[in-house]
């Protein structure tokens, strides 16, 4: 069985258009314990320069771009396999008046020049990538030598461990096994993968949690992605109602006995130079 993670049909389904992965870019801004001040948290360790060049692999819908457009860089190059994430990011781009280009490509094979750009993001994408060490490798290839700088970020492996723990023991309940959750693939305990291809890799870790006053506020993010985390999920969705029913009544009574349901969700990134 192909995991979730790399799955080309889960991958349609989370990607192939804007809406779920916009409701958990906004779950992250409102329910969160610490300020929403993540964007500037990842660029402040990719220290980009006024006039640099950087390219943003995995872009998604370009969420990161204003923010590091805003420190002066001279372009963007979004990179995302999804027609739907490009056609979003370059969207905002015209919009917004940025130096932005989006293009569809792979991150294990980046139809890029060599030694081309000062800096590289890949956020939160690297679990969805089937040879993550080319991409790593591709990575490294396009930045310039020696001091171009890249930032991946990553959660942590307990990341959203209370909900995944509700999950698991509904979907038990109703007959379904449970699958891991995505981040398994990569997340902040991948240090020696990252080390491979970037020797002086850097660690950070940034904790935080999200803080739901309400079941529904919780379950419309369970239900852009973590519900479906169960194996031979049927096709017709038939699964979604019974798990969202029992997963609302465990969180419901959480937020009866404690007011708030909180979850952790710490996250991370690894950062490096090219050498």
């Not at 739907?84 to 294990?108: C, F, K, T, W, Y």
């Not at 999200?210 to 049927?234: C, H, K, N, V, W």
């Not at 017709?236 to 404690?258: C, K, N, P, T, Y």
Request: hydrophobic share 40%.
């Amino acid at each position: 069985m192909v995991e979730r993670a790399i799955d080309p049909v889960y991958l349609s389904e989370q990607y192939g258009t804007e809406e779920r992965l916009r409701i958990r870019i906004e779950t992250h801004q409102r329910y969160s314990e610490r300020a929403d001040d993540y964007f500037d948290w990842i660029l402040d360790r990719l220290q980009p320069r006024p006039g640099d060049l950087v390219v943003d692999v995995g872009c998604g819908v370009g969420s990161i771009h204003p923010a590091l457009c805003a420190r002066g860089v001279r372009a963007v190059l979004g990179v995302d396999v999804s027609k739907a994430m490009v056609q979003a990011s370059q969207r905002q781009a015209n919009e917004r008046g940025l130096p932005v280009i989006a293009i569809e490509a792979d991150a294990q094979a980046l139809p890029l020049p060599d030694d081309a750009y000062d800096g590289a993001m890949a956020n939160h994408m690297l679990f969805h990538v089937p040879d993550q060490p080319a991409a790593l490798r591709e990575l490294r290839r396009v930045l310039r030598k020696p001091d171009g700088r890249v930032v991946l970020t990553a959660a942590a492996p307990e990341h959203r461990s209370r909900l995944r723990e509700i999950h698991n023991l509904a979907a038990k309940d109703l007959g379904y096994t449970p699958t891991d959750s995505v981040v398994h693939r990569f997340n902040l305990d991948h240090l020696d993968l990252v080390r491979e291809t970037f020797p002086n890799v850097e660690l950070f870790v940034r904790e935080d949690a999200f803080l739901f006053p309400t079941a529904d506020a919780a379950l419309r993010y369970y239900a852009s992605g973590a519900i479906d985390a169960i194996e031979d999920r049927p096709a017709d969705g038939s699964h979604r109602a019974s798990l969202l029913a029992l997963v609302g009544e465990r969180i419901q009574e959480i937020v009866r006995s404690e007011g708030v349901f909180r979850d952790p969700k710490d996250t991370g990134c690894f950062a490096a130079t090219a050498g």
